[in-house]
């Protein structure tokens, strides 16, 4: 009985902690869909993309590789957005706050999250691809390593095929 109780008490205080405002991993939710399906969720996520339509905005997000639509009605507001998620820019970091749908029959079954709080986290930034001079300089390296051992290979078997042309 008491193992029961001890049971029942951790299910108890692991729900109320996820109600309390902690942010739960888009993996999580796609791992387990039926279980969040029309609950309360707040997940923290990088911008991927926006939609703007007349009645509110559809927002692709990212998430440590897993990717998923945000509609974010008018009445919400969408905080303003300036970087977009690429392979030049790490986008906008935001917080949602909302309910997941699983299988949501008013978007012809989208697996979405309905926004009802929304709100910038950390702004995105730009980044180079030009690479850095260590990067450069390993580079170069690594061009005159494998020149000298194609030079030594080369050499090898020049003398190989002399020896064997002797004979």
Do not use: C, H
Not at 13 to 36: C, H, R, V, Y
Not at 50 to 73: A, C, F, M, Q, T
């Amino acid at each position: 009985m008491r193992r029961i109780f001890l049971l029942f008490l951790l299910i108890l205080t692991n729900t109320l902690s996820l109600q309390a405002g902690e942010f739960i991993e888009m993996k999580e939710l796609l791992a387990k869909p039926s279980f969040w399906d029309s609950k309360e969720v707040e997940v923290k996520a990088e911008v991927l993309d926006i939609l703007r339509r007349k009645k509110g905005s559809w927002i692709n997000i990212l998430d440590e590789g897993v990717s998923l639509g945000v509609w974010v009605p008018k009445e919400v507001g969408l905080p303003q957005i300036i970087y977009l998620a690429g392979p030049e820019e790490k986008g906008d970091l935001i917080r949602i706050k909302g309910k997941f749908y699983f299988n949501n029959p008013r978007y012809l079954g989208q697996t979405m999250i309905s926004a009802e709080e929304i709100s910038l986290v950390k702004r995105g930034e730009k980044f180079s691809l030009e690479p850095t001079l260590k990067k450069k300089r390993a580079l170069l390296l690594w061009a005159f390593l494998f020149l000298i051992t194609g030079v030594v290979y080369l050499i090898r078997n020049l003398k190989y095929a002399r020896r064997l042309s002797k004979t």
